[in-house]
């Protein structure tokens, strides 16, 4: 299992691209832009114009790309995966995306004689360039015993949750934690710089305690740089939020931090900032605080 199609490279993908070639693999790339890519294509990417070329001939074709409807677009079109890949291949999408839709991409690749697997990754940036991200992986266990070693050129734990649309289900738990996480962290922050404290000082007075997390490790640093340059855009966490929204609806359950934390990106992204990191969620709180 050495012929790799990639179809998403951004900012996550680029960096699991690098970490595949690294490994060994020889992979083929498709992204809606050539020249954002043209770094990966001259360490040895392979760049093609289209997805049906991307997938020609690969025994597996992962994807990572933005939205639901991307996700609609790579594997349902005509001249998209499940209608271009070769017969037996695994195709793994790595978006966060609907389970629901997960289940769909897996029930139409096994009747086009296809194994499918969804996978989605958290980590960030930093995890995507260091090869540490998690991967959550749902679908048949004998199809993610055979990928295991090609996931794990690009992450360090790599578990396995169950049936189709697990691997999804698992990454809606990841993001309504993180939801909480990274307000809790804006309102300390807030909270320190209110009553006079040196917000610095009390990041690291607290970062090794009870209060630690790799929230406060990632995101406190970059708000007292005032760096606000995305690891995961806005727009892609709000995208998250709402369909772990919809998943939770759907189950009976509300989930009053998520709601609120919701709320609080989507005024950002209504100011045009969803295409900052989300650890520019500080402004919300330094504007309404």
Not at 74 to 102: C, Q, R
Not at 129 to 158: H, Q, R, S, Y
Not at 242 to 255: N, S, V
Request: overall charge negative; proline content about 2%; aromatic content about 6%.
């Amino acid at each position: 299992m050495k012929k790799i199609g990639f179809i998403g490279v951004g900012i996550m993908g680029k960096s699991m691209v690098r970490n595949l070639m690294k490994a060994g693999f020889e992979v083929t790339i498709y992204t809606r832009t050539k020249e954002k890519v043209l770094d990966v294509i001259n360490e040895g990417a392979i760049w093609t114009d289209s997805i049906s070329q991307c997938v020609k001939d690969r025994e597996v074709v992962l994807t990572i790309v933005g939205y639901p409807k991307d996700v609609e677009e790579v594997y349902f079109s005509e001249s998209g995966i499940l209608e271009n890949a070769e017969e037996g291949a695994y195709v793994i999408d790595m978006t966060t995306t609907k389970p629901s839709l997960a289940i769909k991409i897996y029930e139409e690749a096994k009747r086009k004689g296809l194994k499918a697997l969804d996978a989605p990754v958290t980590g960030g940036d930093t995890g995507a360039k260091a090869g540490t991200l998690t991967i959550l992986v749902g679908g048949e266990e004998k199809d993610f015993m055979a990928c295991k070693p090609l996931l794990e050129a690009m992450g360090e734990n790599i578990q396995y949750m169950g049936q189709a649309g697990n691997g999804q289900h698992t990454k809606m738990a990841n993001q309504i934690a993180i939801a909480g996480a990274i307000s809790g962290v804006c309102e300390a922050m807030t909270y320190a710089d209110r009553i006079g404290l040196e917000v610095d000082r009390t990041i690291e007075a607290i970062r090794t305690g009870a209060a630690g997390s790799k929230q406060l490790d990632s995101a406190a640093p970059r708000i007292l740089r005032k760096d606000m340059t995305p690891g995961f855009f806005i727009k892609h966490f709000i995208k998250d939020m709402k369909i772990a929204k919809e998943e939770a609806e759907t189950a009976g359950l509300e989930l009053g931090v998520l709601d609120y934390v919701l709320s609080m990106y989507e005024t950002l992204a209504a100011e045009a900032k969803g295409d900052l990191g989300t650890q520019a969620l500080i402004q919300y709180y330094q504007k309404n605080f």
